[in-house]
């Protein structure tokens, strides 16, 4: 009796303690919530003690917000649970021909499933493996198998105003250079030309290039790539000051020709002629798979949600459906898997809006509250994807877009997070280990504030630092 007596005594002394851990976080976060940078935002939160399995604070935590890059955790989430845990991407590199000696009768067949990790290193890489197979002419064409992909390149409310921003990637069958290019201006004495030069270089590029060197430092150097046309083309205007250098990146438009010509001015540089032309074709018969370049999915998880890659988290939702239901990629597809996260996770699809993978569509529409769910979901049923999935995120202090924020000592490493942006929207999601080593999921969700995007970060990361310090 009294070993029971004091278990109880144990028990309510543990809950008491709990009880008042939680109301002193609380305390301090209505203190927060009460400041005048969200007089006129509408926020959301959510925070869950996974460890103790107790719920910390909520507010708002079921309305739906536009979450921004935060959806990457649902697109992440939904190809952790359903992909295969060693899952690579893959370009195939085929022929419809026969080897004969040193050439190739017949053409080679470059199809993927949208491997968006194709640059340099990869570039040449098909160079080595011919030359390896003895391979010094081609006497065909270069032909892009795009069957993966249907016709649809940005997703569903996408700011066409955006274009051609580096951000806002054309999606295909065939990707390089994570789908953007980088211009360089750079200039010399004033009196000389303006250098211009980009990456990756490709034969369709076209520069126009008016800027000229200014005596002064005044720096009125602009940059676009036109909108018409379906091509790419770069015009640079204004003025630079002498000795000084700039870049500019913007999305590459056509990524499956650009592919072609970069891939043969690479095969040309490698002394590996192709005879005939470069075509764009669909469902391309072959004969033979001559070698594949693979990217596997940890790499893809890892830039998609430490840099917030909007191609790759693109390219991974397309593959889901893929994988599932064959091609080609269509939305729909890969709809039905995360609405069966959804559904998994303890919710209803129905009660939100999916439209893209990335986060870049205004027509997405999720809770704090679901986010934290699917947190749960794979900390209490599957360690191992519930750390994959952390794994993948921004680290503070450390890695990714966290790495400038919650650097102090006490902070540094703390939070494993997702952070997102669109104009007067500003979320961060994730894991954090408080003072008493227990592990917390959280998420916060900022729209329609008219302030600064700093001042809403800072406010994020108070709320971090209370959870960090666990009272």
């Not at 200039?187 to 990456?199: A, H, L, N, Y």
């Not at 001559?290 to 191609?311: A, G």
């Not at 993948?392 to 650097?407: P, Q, W």
Request: hydrophobic share 40%.
């Amino acid at each position: 009796m009294k070993k029971l007596r004091f278990a109880l005594l144990v028990l309510i002394v543990f809950v008491s303690a709990n009880f008042a851990q939680n109301a002193k976080i609380s305390s301090k976060i209505n203190k927060i919530l009460k400041s005048e940078i969200l007089k006129d935002a509408f926020i959301g939160i959510d925070i869950f003690n996974l460890t103790k399995n107790k719920p910390i604070f909520s507010f708002n935590n079921q309305k739906l917000f536009v979450p921004a890059s935060n959806q990457k955790i649902i697109t992440s989430a939904t190809a952790i649970n359903f992909l295969p845990q060693n899952y690579e991407f893959s370009t195939k590199f085929r022929t419809n021909g026969a080897i004969v000696d040193s050439v190739v009768i017949g053409d080679l067949i470059i199809k993927s499933d949208g491997n968006p990790n194709f640059g340099n290193e990869e570039f040449q890489s098909v160079a080595e493996n011919l030359k390896k197979m003895g391979i010094r002419k081609i006497k065909g064409n270069l032909v892009a198998d795009i069957s993966w992909n249907d016709s649809v390149y940005w997703g569903k409310g996408w700011m066409w105003d955006d274009n051609p921003s580096e951000y806002l990637p054309y999606f295909s069958s065939l990707n390089s250079y994570f789908g953007k290019m980088k211009v360089v201006v750079q200039s010399g004495s004033f009196g000389e030309k303006v250098q211009v030069t980009s990456e990756p270089k490709f034969e369709s590029l076209l520069i126009q290039n008016n800027a000229t060197i200014s005596i002064s430092d005044t720096n009125t150097l602009f940059v676009t790539r036109v909108f018409e046309g379906n091509r790419n083309k770069i015009i640079i205007s204004g003025k630079i000051p002498q000795n000084s250098v700039d870049d500019f990146e913007f999305n590459i438009e056509n990524p499956e020709q650009i592919f072609l010509e970069i891939l043969k001015e690479k095969l040309n540089s490698n002394s590996i002629k192709i005879e005939k032309e470069l075509k764009i074709e669909k469902n391309v018969p072959f004969i033979a798979d001559l070698f594949e370049i693979k990217t596997p999915i940890e790499f893809i998880l890892n830039r998609l949600n430490k840099k917030s890659d909007n191609l790759f988290a693109e390219i991974l939702l397309r593959e889901i459906g893929v994988y599932h239901f064959s091609e080609p990629a269509r939305f729909w597809k890969s709809q039905i898997l995360i609405d069966s996260l959804i559904t998994l996770s303890g919710n209803k699809p129905e009660n939100f809006t999916i439209a893209d993978g990335s986060g870049l569509s205004r027509y997405n529409l999720i809770s704090p509250k679901l986010i934290t769910d699917i947190f749960k979901y794979f900390y209490k049923n599957d360690r191992e994807k519930f750390n994959s999935l952390i794994n993948s995120f921004a680290v503070s202090g450390k890695i990714g877009t966290l790495k400038n924020r919650l650097n102090s000592k006490k902070n540094i490493g703390k939070v494993k997070g997702k952070t997102g942006s669109l104009t007067s929207v500003n979320s961060l999601s994730g894991i954090l280990t408080n003072s008493y080593g227990d592990e917390i999921a959280f998420s916060i969700i900022v729209n329609n504030y008219s302030g600064k995007d700093s001042d809403i970060r800072k406010l994020q990361d108070s709320i971090c630092k209370i959870l960090i310090k666990g009272k």
